[in-house]
């Protein structure tokens, strides 16, 4: 029989019913503000890394954005 291939990657426990294995979760500190958590782990680190319980506010201001310097280039190319 073949090994795993995310043996490596995905080291939890198949649980009954479940086929992928799950990954541990990232190392995370609770901070008392958005300010405190952008202060203490950075924007990026506090979107794309969750780092904090604010990892999807700062994921969705990310989105906003994106957004909307996607839409000012579109809007003086077009």
Do not use: C, H, W
């Amino acid at each position: 029989m073949t090994p795993d291939p995310l043996s490596g990657i995905m080291s939890g426990e198949v649980r009954k019913g479940e086929r992928i294995p799950r990954r541990e979760p990232p190392q995370f500190e609770e901070a008392n503000s958005f300010v405190e958590a952008i202060t203490r782990d950075g924007f990026i680190g506090t979107a794309l890394d969750d780092k904090n319980q604010y990892g999807p506010v700062a994921m969705m201001i990310m989105l906003l954005i994106v957004a909307a310097i996607t839409g000012t280039v579109i809007r003086l190319l077009g």
